[in-house]
């Protein structure tokens, strides 16, 4: 069984278009985040929720909008795509908020490449 | 989330121990040291983390100095799997985010 779930696995797409990644966790975890990794491969903290709620906000622009309809789905909208939304994003899940052993489980990634 | 500091890059021969090094000399009494992996192409992966006593589980141990500036992840019986690039990280507790550095690539060598 998968625990994190990312579709999809690649999506080639142009710039302007709209494009939504999902991401769902088998885990019961509480939390669930978005990574981006870039070309250089430095991974960087998105958003995080927690029980549906947004906890962690960083400075990302306000085209990408995340989602979570439940507490085991986070899913990632992305509007008027650029040339530098290009990476790879990463979902990840943990047990909880504040818990010392809040190890984060990562899904396999989305590669997005925009032309 | 005190700073952490690791070799770009290091190379171990494949059944041997391989230790990999992460100096934290700014840590506060309640930050973690967590160690991830990122196999290539691959989301990264838990290891192992602690707070002031060495630990120990299926895949690595822990070993953190007295004074928690530094600590070292070793990997027992290195197998070429474990070719992977490594990231140590401190984390502060009830801080849900993970900031990851550059890491070490390590290189298992057959």
């Known amino acids: 069984d998968t625990a994190v779930s990312q579709t999809p696995k690649y999506l080639v797409t142009q710039m302007g278009n709209d494009k939504s990644i999902k991401c769902e966790q088998n885990?019961?975890?509480?939390?669930m985040y978005w990574y981006k990794q870039d070309s250089k491969k430095f991974l960087k903290i998105m958003f995080s929720?927690?029980?549906?709620?947004?906890?962690i906000n960083e400075t990302v622009p306000n085209r990408f909008s995340p989602k979570s309809p439940d507490k085991a789905h986070l899913n990632l909208h992305i509007n008027s795509l650029e040339l530098g939304d290009s990476a790879v994003y990463f979902c990840?899940?943990?047990?909880?908020?504040?818990?010392?052993?809040?190890?984060?489980?990562f899904g396999p990634g989305t590669r997005l490449t925009v032309t | 989330d005190a700073k952490t500091t690791q070799p770009t890059s290091m190379d171990c021969a494949e059944g041997r121990a391989a230790n990999l090094p992460c100096n934290h000399s700014?840590?506060?009494?309640?930050?973690?040291v967590y160690w991830y992996r990122q196999i290539h192409s691959q989301g990264p992966q838990y290891i192992i983390h602690?707070?002031?006593n060495n630990e120990t589980n299926e895949m690595a141990s822990l070993i953190i100095t007295e004074d928690r500036k530094s600590s070292t992840l070793i990997l027992p019986h290195a197998t070429l799997r474990d070719t992977a690039v490594y990231y140590c990280?401190?984390?502060?507790?009830?801080?849900?985010?993970?900031?990851f550095g550059t890491g070490t690539r390590l290189t298992i060598i057959p």
């Open positions: 929720y927690n029980n549906k709620e947004l906890i």
């Open positions: 990280i401190a984390v502060l507790f009830g801080n849900e985010k993970l900031t």
């Open positions: 885990l019961g975890h509480d939390t």
């Open positions: 700014t840590i506060s009494g309640n930050e973690y």
């Open positions: 990840a899940s943990s047990q909880g908020r504040g818990l010392a052993g809040y190890e984060q489980y």
């Open positions: 602690g707070l002031k």
